[in-house]
């Protein structure tokens, strides 16, 4: 292959390339002829990094040619199943403040509860209530009675997180109920239900429900949530 410069090209192994094309160079340095010049050829890529909730993923593409590779943000669309169970692992709820806030409405007239668990991992363990009224109360756990009510919180919690009642909504970046499934605690369909996680750990459980006794409706609003894993100290 003749160069411009006249003399005949030895073309280098392996490629150059750019952003867009790759292409072969010949070895004499005086030389600038570029041979084989073609654009890039995109394999179908591979996720290089993972989308979380707190941060886009990464997709990875190589050029069949060259291996020349470029990137792309992707967006997080949803926990995968085991993402979703491995969030919801029980090993995972043993120092943390787990605060439940519940109004029940009837008639028109509205409670209000409000109950804060705090699991230190050093083995203490306290519970307190505010009551309608704003009466507050708070007592410290006995150590023998620790483990069963914090094993009761989370299987409470585990009943309502099933992976196949809930669609992801990116917007609040939260999951939405899709199936029919009952609350434990009532014995009643959910009307709505909403799932947080943060940071690949359960956050927040929102639900509404509602069942009549006595010839009584009851409306119930209750919102669940994790804080301060890892970090719960009690005074």
Known sequence: MLSACGHECTLAEGWRNDASSHWHVCTDPDCDKQADLTNHTWDKGEITKRATQEAAGVKT???????????????????????????????????????????????????????????????????????????????????????????????????????????????????????????????????????????GKLSEIMYTCKFIEEGQTYYISTTITFTNFDTTVIQ
């Open 61 to 199: 593409f190589t050029c069949t040619e060259c291996q020349y590779k470029k990137t792309q943000n992707v967006s997080f669309t949803g926990m995968t199943e085991e993402e979703w169970y491995a969030a919801l692992a029980q090993d995972l709820f043993i120092n943390f403040t787990y605060t439940e806030k519940t109004s029940v409405r009837i008639s028109g007239a509205e409670a209000v509860t409000t109950t804060v668990y705090e699991f230190e991992n050093g083995g203490k363990a306290r519970v307190t209530e505010i009551a309608p009224g704003q009466q507050k109360t708070s007592a410290m756990i006995p150590a023998e009675n620790i483990s069963t009510i914090r094993q009761a919180l989370w299987a409470y919690c585990a009943l309502m997180a099933d992976y196949e009642d809930y669609y992801y909504e990116s917007k609040t970046k939260s999951y939405k109920q899709k199936g029919v499934f009952y609350i434990p605690l009532y014995e009643v369909p959910a009307d709505t239900a909403v799932i947080k996680f943060k940071n």
